[in-house]
């Protein structure tokens, strides 16, 4: 079964750091250009930062020069380090392939940026 298990949200304050891991159930995926995507209470799914299968990355406006997405195509895993961290970034955390497939979407990982 291809799947995506994203972890390491939680509680952090603002400023702080996190980083978030995508684990593949296989290296499907390895050939694909992947995507970190959240939601926010009451509003849409965005797309935040994208990793081609080659390394090159982009990124949403909102957090450029405090995020960093990056994979190791050894461990089927994509990672998103998270610094200086604001309360505006508090959202569920997905990944994905970058187009999006509905049926690849997991649980999520919570991060809440509070003091």
């Known amino acids: 079964q291809v799947q995506l298990v994203e972890s390491g949200g939680g509680l952090v304050q603002p400023g702080g750091s996190l980083r978030l891991s995508c684990a593949a159930s296989?290296?499907?995926?390895?050939?694909?250009?992947m995507g970190w995507y959240r939601q926010a209470p009451g509003k849409q799914r965005e797309l935040v930062a994208t990793?081609?299968?080659?390394?090159?990355?982009n990124y949403a406006d909102s957090v450029k020069g405090r995020f960093s997405i990056s994979r190791d195509n050894a461990k089927n895993t994509v990672y998103l380090q998270m610094n200086s961290l604001k309360p505006e970034d508090t959202a569920v955390y997905y990944c994905?392939?970058?187009?999006?497939?509905?049926?690849?979407w997991g649980q999520g990982t919570q991060v809440t940026v509070s003091s």
């Open positions: 990793i081609t299968r080659r390394g090159n990355t």
């Open positions: 994905n392939t970058q187009p999006f497939v509905v049926k690849y």
């Open positions: 296989t290296s499907f995926f390895n050939d694909y250009t």
